[in-house]
């Protein structure tokens, strides 16, 4: 006859409380890292970039000359010389 298995002790089974707490526990670390991702990630600006707006140079043509006029609230960056 063969020996006697060595007898385990009884084990219950977890507490449905248990179960449940270390489920909400890692819940909350995924979505506090979620959150703090999306709060923390730098800007991505590339995906739609703003069009620029150029002042734009009237030119008119008189019989004594020519006269450049700049838009209104813009100034001359150029010395005459």
């Known amino acids: 006859m063969s020996p006697s298995r060595t007898q385990r002790t009884y084990r219950p089974p977890r507490r449905r409380r ?16 979620v959150a703090l991702l999306w709060v923390l990630a730098p800007n991505d600006d ?17 019989p004594g000359g020519t006269t450049t006029t700049l838009p209104a609230g813009t100034t001359s960056s150029s010395t005459p010389g």
Do not use: F, M
């Open 18 to 33: 248990e179960v449940a707490l270390a489920v909400a526990g890692a819940l909350a670390v995924v979505l506090v890292t």
């Open 46 to 62: 590339t995906s739609t970039p703003t069009p620029i707006s150029l002042p734009t140079v009237t030119t008119t043509t008189t």
